[in-house]
Nanobody, 115 residues
Framework: QVQMEESGGGWVQEGESLSLTCTAT????????MGWYRQAPGKQRELVAS???????EYGEAVKGRFTITRDHYGHTVYLQMNSLKSEDTAVYYC?????????WGQGTQVTVSS
């Protein structure tokens, strides 16, 4: 089994920064790609950022230019640096890990941006 362990999140004001960390534990060799999705109340879950085992990165349109995703050397921890936060970034952020036909999710961490 694979566990996705998230940390970070919290409450900030608009314009401030926050960072999230996610580490895959357990049978982490199953994980190739990792990333973050978010879900705001009443909205569908949407892509924030993802990074493949080869380093290819994709960002959601809403966060391009403000958020940065990176991955550690061993490939089992991803970091999400969130700058210039807006109230519309308020959501539960979920870390995901994807392998061959498998996907794993963290429990989610709340990010609240106050205007």
């Amino acid at each position: 089994q694979v566990q996705m362990e998230e940390s970070g999140g919290g409450w900030v004001q608009e314009g401030e920064s926050l960072s999230l960390t996610c580490t895959a534990t357990g049978s982490k060799y199953r994980i190739n790609d990792m990333g973050w999705y978010r879900q705001a109340p009443g909205k569908q879950r949407e892509l924030v950022a993802s990074i493949t085992i080869g380093g290819r990165i994709e960002y959601g349109e809403a966060v391009k230019g403000r958020f940065t995703i990176t991955r550690d050397h061993y490939g089992h921890t991803v970091y999400l640096q969130m700058n210039s936060l807006k109230s519309e970034d308020t959501a539960v952020y979920y870390c995901g890990g994807w392998g061959k036909g498998e996907d794993y999710w963290g429990q989610g961490t709340q990010v609240t941006v106050s205007s």
